[in-house]
């Protein structure tokens, strides 16, 4: 099992990344997945999740309204937009499969995790 997380970087306050994971070894399609991040010197957080057909999806309040998660069937990619950063957006982000097909904000929830890709919001 694979999840291989990229698309982060250095970007200014009020700018936009948008991150991903491409899923392998497991079938992607039967399985809810979800964003978490961890900030220096803190505990992971959630931040967002999404059910198995994409049609559920479910934000932390810090991101809510600025954060897009989303997936790909066909390939296999998990999607997170992030627009309106603020410098406390920075944080190391780790895509994760979640257990079954439903959405979840709690960590125990999910059994696999990528290796997360780094974003720091910085002017």
């Known amino acids: 099992v694979q999840l291989q997380a990229s698309g982060g970087g250095l970007v200014q306050p009020g700018g936009s990344l948008r991150l991903s994971c491409v899923a392998s070894?497991?079938?992607?399609?039967?399985?809810?997945m979800g964003w978490f991040r961890q900030a220096p010197g803190e505990e992971r957080e959630f931040v967002a999740t999404i059910s198995w057909n994409g049609g559920s999806t479910y934000y932390s309040d810090s991101v809510k309204g600025r954060f897009t998660i989303s997936r790909d069937k066909a390939k296999s990619t998990l999607y997170l937009q992030m627009n309106s950063l603020k410098p406390e957006d920075t944080a190391v982000y780790y895509c994760?499969?979640?257990?079954?097909?439903?959405?979840?904000?709690?960590?125990?929830?999910?059994?696999?995790w990528g290796r997360g890709t780094l974003v720091t919001v910085s002017s």
């Open positions: 994760a499969a979640a257990r079954g097909s439903m959405s979840s904000s709690r960590s125990r929830d999910y059994m696999y």
């Open positions: 070894g497991f079938t992607f399609d039967d399985y809810a």
